[in-house]
């Protein structure tokens, strides 16, 4: 069995061949998904999501499983010839975040609004289930 050498910067030379090597490829992940800021109070789980220039009828919020899911759209835009882009890094076209929530909610009084191209969205949260103690009897054989 013959070995294959390892030859970590073979690559390299096809690295800059990007468009924007020089950006960090941690920020490129930032345009795949709206940033989101999700906090509890006493009675509350809030989720603050950034979703500018976007239709809020476009956006459909679900809770299942104790996860948040929000996705939607941003209206593609036809690129004009006549424009003559030079550089063009506005997203358009869907997006999708969920987040376990820190806390049981009640689904059915979830409420959500948009301001300035924030999503706010309010989830009561439930009444903690009892824990209950049960003695369980072991049988001898």
Do not use: H, Q
């Amino acid at each position: 069995m013959s070995l294959i050498p390892w030859k970590p910067f073979s690559n390299l030379e096809n690295f800059f061949d990007e468009e924007d090597w020089f950006v960090p490829v941690f920020s490129r992940l930032d345009k795949i998904r709206p940033e989101m800021d999700v906090y509890e109070t006493d009675k509350d789980v809030i989720a603050e999501v950034n979703l500018p220039g976007i239709d809020p009828e476009k956006i459909n919020i679900s809770v299942e499983d104790g996860v948040l899911r929000i996705s939607g759209t941003k209206e593609e835009k036809k690129e004009e010839k006549k424009k003559g882009y030079w550089k063009k890094e506005i997203r358009r076209g869907s997006f999708e975040r969920m987040v376990s929530l820190p806390a049981p909610i009640k689904e059915d009084k979830i409420e959500a609004s948009y301001e300035k191209g924030i999503l706010k969205i309010i989830m009561p949260k439930a009444e903690p289930k009892k824990k209950s103690k049960i003695k369980v009897k072991i049988k001898e054989k």
